[in-house]
């Protein structure tokens, strides 16, 4: 092979390096999104207090497990994510860090139905750290593109869909209500949330018990089945976070700040109390 002269070798690396800056200007244009494929699907991932607040060991003002008596006693949001049907998910498809002041108009209902059951600030997607819902936000929101555009529209869209379908009543109504002591059908659970919405939803345990149940959305936010295919199904029920086929739907349990005063007997995890 004859070498390449040093000025063909220029001339080469300087096309490829315009024809990488234009093709990246390009895709940016496209979907403004640097060239990410646009997701399938939303899954509601819904948290049940009564099984997370049973780990608990901290307490800080953030940490709704926490609340006492105010603490919450129905299902929580835990996020709505973009998904694709092959079972995988964009992550952290945006820029723009997460902006508390964007949604200071819904923050006693984020409070309440979309609080943190946690005391440590969560991983963001610019090397940092933050809150549950700056890490709900930028790891997951800002892949709803072109659905969403802003964060103000993602956070009250999805407490729209949340109080839309009111999973916590659907159990109740169906006999399913919380309980150290009973266990309950998997399948019962599942049907009764079918029949309820028209669409399968899927479950995830820790210990046997519900720790996290997920509706599914098309775009337009009609439901539709979770699990689409033999091989994503499979994947899901013999993932760790599988269902025995009898379930436990724990009550919460109090950790002790109902009707204790004096807050200072908590020790805060981090130093944002
Ligand atoms: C869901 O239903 C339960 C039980 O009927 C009710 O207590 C709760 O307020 C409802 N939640 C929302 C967000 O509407
Ligand atoms: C907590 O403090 C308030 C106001 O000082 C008092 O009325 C209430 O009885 C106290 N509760 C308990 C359980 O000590």
């Not at 659907?170 to 049907?191: F, H, M, Q, W």
């Not at 046997?208 to 599914?216: F, S």
């Amino acid at each position: 092979m004859t070498s390449l002269s040093v000025g063909a070798l220029l001339h080469l690396i300087l096309l490829l390096v315009f024809l990488a800056t234009t093709s990246f200007f390009f895709i940016e244009k496209v979907d403004g999104r640097e060239g990410l494929r646009e997701f399938d699907y939303f899954k509601l991932a819904l948290e049940w207090p009564g099984s997370y607040c049973h780990r608990t060991h901290h307490c800080c003002r953030q940490n709704a497990c926490c609340r006492g008596s105010n603490a919450p006693t129905e299902f929580t949001i835990h996020g709505l994510w973009p998904d694709y049907n092959d079972g995988s998910w964009p992550a952290c498809c945006g820029r723009s860090e997460f902006d508390e002041k964007e949604i200071s108009t819904l923050l006693d209902d984020l409070e309440k139905y979309w609080p943190s059951l946690s005391c440590d600030s969560s991983s963001t997607c610019h090397g940092g750290r933050g809150s549950f819902w700056a890490h709900e936000w930028e790891k997951h929101g800002t892949c709803s593109f072109p659905v969403f555009r802003d964060e103000y529209d993602y956070f009250s869209t999805t407490l729209n869909v949340y109080f839309k379908h009111n999973v916590t009543k659907v159990l109740n109504e169906a006999g399913y209500v919380p309980s150290n002591t009973e266990k309950y059908p998997l399948g019962g659970i599942i049907s009764s949330i079918e029949n309820a919405f028209h669409a399968t939803p899927s479950v995830s345990c820790s210990k046997g018990a519900v720790e996290e149940l997920y509706l599914c959305f098309y775009k337009n936010f009609k439901p539709r089945d979770c699990v689409i295919g033999s091989i994503i199904q499979d994947d899901i029920y013999s993932s760790k976070n599988s269902c025995p086929q009898y379930v436990s739907l724990p009550t919460y349990v109090s950790l002790g700040l109902d009707g204790a005063n004096d807050t200072n007997t908590w020790m805060p995890d981090n130093e944002s109390f």
